[in-house]
């Protein structure tokens, strides 16, 4: 997706033009501020999604996420939190960070577990069934298997699902940027918009708070 300012790519995205004719997207509605900012990383303006595999509106928001963050200029960094209170997600979430652990996280690989559960039917329900689908993915699973158990990847797990909590971020795919706002695909979209469409509405909000980020507004 080719970055546009958040007024052109709001109206791309079929959003009423009193929505933005002030300047850019209207708090409340489009995104929301959290109640106390949180921690980021010195120098940088965060954006984090949270997320889970599961997810079908994850999965159709992915790849419009994936080729906006080839772009994001060098003061922005990005990183995803899997998140989710059930048992089968909690196992997802160690997964994911244990293949994060191993530096083993790859495009292709987060991609291709996407695709296992939304396209091919895969049904990883258990460590074995998670290890099995890592491998076929081209994962060394006897290195995964000694991530996954490990005390650093459980501790991962508590920070990512408390950090979730503290951005107020209860419906995924969210994004919080920042550290001092949140939105997430489907604030401010009108009734009947495509997938797509929202996820590209979501984007150019973002844009519009990484500049607002910029300012401390």
């Known amino acids: 997706m080719k970055r546009r300012d958040a007024a052109a790519a709001l109206a791309a995205a079929g959003l ?13 509605r489009h995104y929301v501020r959290l109640g106390q900012p949180l921690p980021t990383p010195p120098g940088k303006i965060e954006v984090v999604e949270f997320f889970f595999y599961r997810c079908p509106h994850c999965f159709a928001f992915d790849p419009l996420l994936e080729s906006w963050v080839h772009q994001l200029p060098a003061d922005v960094s990005f990183r995803r939190v899997p998140v989710g209170q059930q048992a089968l ?12 652990a191993m530096g083993a996280l790859t495009p292709a690989v987060h991609t291709g577990i996407f695709q296992a559960f939304h396209r091919q ?13 890592v491998g076929r ?9 000694q991530a996954f ?9 508590a920070q990512g699902q408390k950090l979730a909590e503290l951005a107020g971020a209860d419906s995924v795919p969210a994004l919080m940027i920042g550290g001092r706002w949140r939105t997430a695909v489907g604030m401010g979209a009108n009734p009947g918009q495509s997938e797509a469409a929202q996820g590209q509405l979501t984007l150019a909000v973002a844009d519009f708070l990484i500049k607002l980020s910029r300012g401390k507004g």
């Open 89 to 100: 997600l909690k196992l997802h979430q160690r997964m994911f960070y244990a293949l994060e």
């Open 137 to 145: 993915l081209g994962v060394d699973t006897a290195k995964f298997k």
């Open 149 to 157: 158990s490990s005390f650093g990847v459980q501790g991962k797990v």
């Open 121 to 133: 039917g895969v049904d990883a329900n258990d460590e074995a069934a998670v290890t099995a689908l």
């Open 16 to 28: 009423a033009p009193a929505a933005f004719a002030q300047g850019g997207p209207v708090e409340g």
